[in-house]
């Protein structure tokens, strides 16, 4: 409950069903920065046209801005405007009008990093999704498109650099040392996708010629010694320009596309029209520096960004409660592109590790909402695993069912209908029903409702007619606004397997459930089947299919469909962990059986190998039980890894041997041999053989790559070993000059399982290289240390009382990186009564603090809601 008085303090509810149209348009508009760190003067000239009859003044969204002047087609105004809230309210006689307005900000006091903010000593902006009111009054919403003029001046020596959207027309010298640029972009486009950038950086330049032959200048721009860090990012540039040529049919539309790389950023990247901007840890790889999962991560967002081009700025989103029109796809097509470029198997893996670890339990809990939300107070708190990966998911199943072709024809009258507007989620889906000729309305609920979906699924044998009925069961949990639920179309590719055959019974099939119930009738099974439900994970659903460690074990062994493979291995260490956990007793027989088996098969590759190998995250394991026993967990799943390390020990020291390499390669199985490596000696270490630590330290020191290194360092991170220490002074003083490599030390000491970790962690908050500034170096401490299940509930509440301190502090420079903060304390209906009040007692005392933002007030009511 609420009490008085942040009920009072409450901001207000911004619901879907309250759309309206504009009330002006704006076509036109023209801008001017005279850029200076401390003081830069903002003018805004906007070409307003009403739209539609009525009398209403014309509202220019503002935050924190004071108007300097006011000018109606450039005649000063006095009377004829008025602030309400942080909002200009201009009074417009006429249905035409220019309006300027002339403001006066300060970037290097921009903590927010929304608006235009300083960085590194250089100026950039992030304006999605309301920081362009943060510089200019302006109509702020995606619905309104216009055609953008810039220009900027600045010290020239300081800001050798002047970029933004389009095309360079016009560029100069100006007195007392200063320079102009001017961009025209001639693409309508809403303010969320316009940036700027004043900087001292030098460009990889590189070109790309669209398949209609018109050429394209790339330039990724970094601080000049990182300029041997960008090659990755500008390969994979390339490669996504003719993927999404040759897969969707979409060409890039101007004559450049720059890139920004700044150290301080509240995401991963942003879409800006031709001038993305990016966390610079998703641009800068090189061997010595990044790991393998940093060059993935690197072309991943790359991709994701390009391809918002088609889908969100071509395209782009109504209003904000579309937002997943233009993620889900985006993400979806990202995937699909990583998939295309490497191992497909391995990357559905990945994918749906991620969708595990961050969406399930957020759908699980008190945020809980649908891809396409009902009502939010911040907007910024629902850039969300639901809105980007359960969204993308909802595409997936779209292609599945339909098909390739029907979902490429979808995407092509989807482009061409709404190509330079601003469209909703429902035109997609009408889209895909015109093009397709599949009726989608009962699929519409995937965007409506929020939970994951739990299909129980039963199979039943009967020899002499050589039949099996299979029995699909759905339910939809309730969630917060959202008690009844209704069956969804849950796409399941499945097949059968024969016990003793080891073969498929038939072709797989697709069966859509698309009810509460339904039942399968499968012919010609002669031997008892094995049943391979949700292959490739068709579907974001949690399956219950009560299969014993027998046929999991088959499963992991025989199933010709890998991720069904991982998924029945993942299964069955999930099954005997949770049987451990809630009686004490466990069998780890089965585990080590399969284990040994893939880990021997000659044909399977490293990548995959390693995969299977991995042990469900204690988090994972906790999202399976009714009550949370952190330290149960952890002390299972370290029985297990113990057991698997000693009686698989001769295997894995094989297994490492085999993966050590002569020199450094970014081929997959060069990857997959890294990723094999370092799990290995993991087990090793777990085994308790006594030269593990040696082993350990000899990697961390012998290693030509980040990948061996940091992966020999986060196994000694968790050891009680002296060689630990030696790790940690040796990795801080090779890359003490590194942000980002500086952040994997940080994080790698928080997610160390060491009972000392949270004495370490708060001693690494007093570190000189420790900042709040910089949400990197914040999520490598705070995040990571919320991450770890273990040490961040350790009993008495001193990971609540550090996360909630870091958190209000954060709060008052950053409130939208402090509210990602929030959700690992809302999750305190799963832990035992004493951990939940202490939870709960620190999401009320950040309620109680005065002045605390709208992103946080709106995740921590909701929490404790
Ligand atoms: N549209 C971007 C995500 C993004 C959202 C908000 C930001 O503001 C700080 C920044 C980036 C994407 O999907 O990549
Ligand atoms: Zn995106």
Redo the contacts with the bound molecule.
């Keep these: 409950m609420l009490d008085a008085q942040s009920a009072a303090a409450a901001p207000p509810v911004i619901r879907r069903e309250d759309y309206r149209k504009p009330d002006w348009l704006m076509p036109d508009v023209h801008l001017e920065f005279r850029l200076d760190p401390a003081r830069t003067q903002v003018a805004g000239r906007l070409e307003v046209t009403r739209n539609g009859a009525h009398n209403r003044p014309l509202r220019l969204n503002g935050d924190g801005l004071t108007p300097l002047a006011v000018l109606i087609d450039g005649e000063p105004q006095a009377d004829a405007w008025r602030m309400d809230g942080p909002d200009l309210l201009v009074d417009l006689p006429g249905d035409a009008h220019v309006v300027e307005t002339r403001v006066e900000i300060s970037p290097e006091a921009n903590s927010q990093?929304?608006g235009l903010y300083a960085s590194g000593g250089n100026l950039c902006t992030?304006c999605?999704?309301e920081g362009f009111r943060r510089m200019v009054f302006f109509i702020d919403r995606p619905d309104v498109l216009s055609r953008y003029t810039v220009r900027m001046e600045a010290d020239k020596a300081r800001f050798p650099v002047l970029l933004s959207n389009g095309d360079r027309t016009a560029s100069g010298d100006l007195d007392g040392g200063r320079h102009f640029a001017e961009w025209t972009d001639p693409f309508p486009k809403p303010s969320y996708l316009f940036a700027l950038v004043a900087a001292d950086l030098a460009a990889n330049v590189d070109s790309f010629t669209t398949k209609s032959g018109r050429p394209v200048k790339l330039a990724i721009w970094v601080v000049e010694k990182d300029l041997p860090k960008t090659e990755h990012a500008m390969a994979a540039l390339k490669a996504s320009m003719a993927w999404d040529e040759k897969v969707y049919g979409r060409e890039y539309d101007l004559g450049e596309f720059n890139i920004v790389a700044v150290a301080d950023f509240?995401?991963?990247?942003?879409?800006n029209k031709s001038l993305n901007i990016f966390n610079s840890r998703y641009i800068l790889a090189d061997p010595e520096t990044a790991t393998d999962i940093d060059y993935d991560g690197v072309s991943g967002v790359v991709a994701?960004?390009y391809f918002h081009n088609w889908s969100g700025n071509r395209v782009t989103c109504r209003d904000w409660f579309q937002l997943s029109l233009k993620?889900g796809f985006t993400v979806f097509r990202d995937q699909s592109f990583t998939a295309d470029q490497g191992s497909a198997a391995v990357k559905r893996i990945e994918d749906v590790r991620l969708l595990r670890a961050a969406q399930f339990p957020e759908d699980a809990g008190p945020l809980a909402h649908p891809i396409r939300p009902e009502s939010y107070m911040e907007v910024s708190n629902f850039?969300t695993a639901t809105v980007y990966n359960k969204g993308a998911e909802i595409i997936r199943m779209l292609h599945t069912m339909l098909g390739p072709q029907k979902f490429r024809a979808g995407c092509d009258l989807y482009f061409a209908r709404h190509d330079g507007t601003a469209a909703t989620c429902e035109d997609f889906v009408v889209a895909m029903e015109d093009a397709s000729g599949v009726d989608l309305t009962r699929f519409r609920l995937w965007y409506a409702q929020a939970g994951t979906p739990r299909i129980r699924a039963a199979l039943s044998h009967e020899p002499a007619g050589a039949r099996a009925l299979l029995t699909l069961e759905q339910t939809v949990p309730p969630t917060p606004g959202q008690p009844e639920k209704q069956p969804m179309p849950v796409p399941l590719r499945i097949a059968l397997f024969g016990e003793r055959s080891g073969r498929a019974f038939e072709e797989e099939r697709l069966v859509v459930l698309d009810g509460e119930r339904c039942e399968i009738l499968f012919e010609g099974i002669a031997e008892r089947p094995v049943l391979s439900i949700n292959r490739g994970f068709s579907a974001p659903v949690i399956i219950d299919a009560a299969r014993s460690a027998a046929d999991l074990a088959f499963l992991s062994a025989h199933d010709d469909d890998p991720f069904a493979r991982y998924e029945a291995m993942q299964q069955l260490m999930v099954d005997t962990l949770v049987g451990a956990v809630s009686t004490g007793q466990a069998d780890h027989g089965p585990v080590i059986e399969a284990v040994r088996t893939t880990l021997t098969d000659p044909a399977l590759d490293s990548a995959f190998i390693g995969e299977t190998m991995l042990l469900p995250s204690e988090a994972f394991i906790g999202d399976q039980m009714a009550v949370v026993d952190p330290v149960a967990i952890h002390r299972a799943r370290e029985a297990l890894r113990r057991d698997l390390g000693g009686q698989l020990e001769g295997e894995w020291r094989d297994a490492y041997e085999r993966s050590r390499a002569n020199r450094f390669e970014l081929s997959p199985q060069a990857k997959g041999a890294r990723r094999l490596r370092t799990i290995a000696l993991g087990f090793i270490m777990a085994s308790g053989a006594e030269d593990a630590a040696g082993i350990a330290l000899r990697q961390f020191h012998e290693a030509d790559n980040m990948t061996d290194r940091q992966g020999a360092f986060g196994v000694l991170a968790n050891s009680l070993a002296p060689e630990r220490d030696v790790a940690i002074a040796a990795f801080y003083d090779r890359f003490r000059d590194n942000g980002l490599v500086l952040d994997k030390w940080f994080s790698t000491q928080a997610f160390s399982i060491r009972p000392d970790t949270l004495d370490r962690v708060e001693e690494l908050s007093r570190h000189p290289d420790f900042t709040l500034a910089n949400p990197n170096r914040l999520r490598s401490l705070v995040g990571a240390m919320s991450g770890n299940q273990l040490v961040f509930h350790e009993a008495g509440g001193r990971g609540y009382r550090f996360l909630t301190d870091m958190l209000l502090e954060v709060d008052g420079l950053n409130p939208?990186t402090a509210a990602k903060l929030v959700p690992p304390l809302g999750r305190w209906r799963r832990f035992d009564e004493g951990r939940a009040a202490l939870m709960k007692a620190e999401l009320q005392r950040m309620l109680d603090t005065p002045g605390l933002s709208k992103d946080v007030f709106e995740q921590v009511s909701k929490s404790l809601a």
């Design positions: 990093l929304m992030q999605e999704p509240n995401f991963g990247a942003m879409e994701h960004e993620e850039y939208q």
